[in-house]
């Protein structure tokens, strides 16, 4: 079980012989220990708790089918047998803002030839970022033109 916390003191000793010019005296004799105390209650169960959804990151995709991702941290950590929390710390959702510019398709962009400017590919994540930065600059070359 556990340890209970300590007992009331015991009694006090003997008072000492007085000091010299009106100063206390020394200390008397320890007293004996006192009686052991109760022991002390079951620590609380504290269950994990999730703190507030961030908000939605913007689309990954100017335009047509991309994701939008948000996360969440845990407020509070599950303690002494408490709950843990279920779940995620993020959340994936689909995003579409809209079919991407016609002139985009008129100009019939070699997509082979567009990959191998591409730097060498660390991921696919990688890869279609660079994809979408290098269509995003041609589609507003494509607005400016006369």
Known sequence: ?????IGPPG????VGEPGDNGTDGAP???GPP???GWPAPEPRKVNCKWGPWA???DCSRSCGPGRKRRERNMEVYAQDGGRQCSGKTFAVKACNLGDCP????AKKINMTKLN???PARKSRRAHATAQDDIVH???NATDASP
């Open 1 to 5: 079980g556990y340890i209970g916390p």
């Open 11 to 14: 009694r006090h000793g003997e």
């Open 28 to 30: 008397g004799p320890r």
């Open 34 to 36: 006192g009686l052991q």
């Open 55 to 57: 908000p939605w990151q």
């Open 102 to 105: 016609k002139e985009l398709f």
């Open 116 to 118: 191998e400017t591409l």
């Open 137 to 139: 600059t041609l589609v």
